[in-house]
């Protein structure tokens, strides 16, 4: 499964790339479940507040009839369920992550399981992870986007805009005037389809978005965000979510480091 220096040279110059077939069937339906069960509230180790539903629902717009499906998303799993971190540390995709960070001293940011339901899965416009993790240093982290369902343009599969990675940092009035050129195709865009089991790894400065589910099937996609041990974490950004304690993935930690 490792990579071959063209994938890696086509991740650097375009900030992403899909590998197909990470995962097996039995590990696809064991993330599956897995997400389901935390979605419904079963999992007690994990806390209420990774559970974030559906603006529809948390607005009061709509009646919760099912739990599952109510969920927009699930976040910080991986730090409280043993499942979670399995696949977080699967070495299939530990070892693509170590090629495309060029280390093998890795961290986990953090994590999280997007469940885009049928009809009410909302979209997620042009953004830059780093954008919100501006207090990780350098803005040279890699996720892994792992597919639990097929990812179709119906249902709201990632799209990509191919080399926005070395624009750097865009937020707010910086990114807005850009905007125009990305949603009418001035500067190319790609979708990123997956089947199950298949990941798509992206640069956290490649700009990218979903859109909504309009079919009748879900989109479940579980993200994990890696990046590396000797990272520097700029406790002066007082902005940037808070994150429990960064997990060791594999390799040394560094003291005065993330």
Known sequence: MGLSSSQIAEFKENGHLTVEDVLTADEVQALAARADMIAAGEAEHVPESS???EPVFRKGEREV???VLSVRKLYNLAVYDPVMWEHVTHPRVVEIIAALLGT???KLYGDQLFMKASETGTAQPWHQDSASWRDILPMDLVSAWTAIDEATLNNGCLHFATGTHRWGMLRGPQLAPLLPDLDSGQWPS?????KPGSISFHHSL???RSGANTSALRRRG???HYMRATSYKDEAVTDAPKMPPFKQVQGQSFEGRV
Not at 190 to 194: E, I, R, S
């Open 51 to 53: 559970i974030q539903l």
């Open 65 to 67: 009839e099912d739990q």
């Open 104 to 106: 093998e001293d890795i």
């Open 190 to 194: 790609v979708p990123a389809p997956l």
């Open 206 to 208: 490649v700009l990218h």
């Open 222 to 224: 579980y993200a994990t």
